[in-house]
């Protein structure tokens, strides 16, 4: 079984330029998370999909951070403008639908972000 | 307020040696508690999980414990190897109207040494 995929891996930019995230979850997991993790922090949940529709957005910074999985599978997350706090991996995980409290998270590799 | 706190925040010890890693939380109402580990660079990958009513799950040579009174977890590694360093990350899954919140804790980082 494939893993949940992310691109790119690694991105360098400087404050106030924009970039986005890529993700693509494993088939079938109608659920799908975006998490922030600064070093030597937890992860943190920015946003929670369930197919295309928001489930969870409460701490995500929407001034500048956005999301969407159109057609309910891949998704991207974008920063616009990016601010030198953004540095951080930002994580995607995804899980099935069912209501199975031991349903567990599979996430990606993340992409590592650094703002100049 | 839902948190998970861990503890220590970084430990260091010899390789063949055991360990365990402590995690306190006050997430209510309370639906399961994973450990995951985390390597350098990647993303997390669940070890175990247990629920309301186990106080105790194996994977190989990593034992969680929990006590829902208390509302404590621990991690226990036997004979530590060089591929068990790595940040553990308790996590903490409640339920709050009908849909999962997951907590999770800022993670030890454990280094083994040769």
């Known amino acids: 079984e494939a893993g949940v995929a992310q691109s790119p891996r690694y991105k360098i930019i400087e404050k106030r330029q924009s970039v986005a995230f890529w993700c693509n979850p494993i088939s079938g997991h109608a659920t799908l998370y975006w998490y922030q993790q600064i070093l030597g922090q937890g992860p943190k949940l920015l946003i929670q999909f369930q197919n295309n529709g928001v489930v969870d957005d409460s701490q995500l910074p929407k001034d500048r951070f956005s999301a969407e999985r159109l057609k309910g599978v891949d998704s991207t997350l974008k920063i616009q403008p990016a601010k030198l706090e953004d540095s951080a991996v930002y994580l995607c995980?995804?899980?099935?639908?069912?209501?199975?409290?031991?349903?567990?998270?599979?996430f990606g590799p993340g992409t590592r972000l650094t703002v100049l | 307020k839902n948190q998970v706190e861990q503890s220590p925040q970084s430990l260091i010890i010899l390789e063949g040696k055991n360990c365990t890693l402590q995690?306190?939380?006050?997430?209510?109402?309370?639906?399961?508690l994973r450990w995951y580990k985390q390597d350098t660079g990647r993303g997390p990958v669940s070890l175990t999980i247990?629920?309301?009513?186990?106080n105790t799950k194996s994977n190989g040579r990593y034992t969680a414990t929990l006590d829902a009174d208390t509302k404590q977890s621990s991690l226990h590694i036997t004979a530590s190897q060089l591929s068990d360093s790595a940040s553990y990350i308790c996590v903490v899954t409640g339920w709050y109207s009908s849909a999962s919140k997951i907590i999770f804790g800022s993670g030890t980082r454990l280094s083994i040494r040769p």
């Open positions: 995690c306190n939380y006050t997430v209510s109402p309370f639906s399961n």
């Open positions: 995980a995804s899980r099935t639908a069912g209501l199975s409290i031991t349903d567990t998270q599979y």
């Open positions: 247990m629920t309301f009513s186990e």
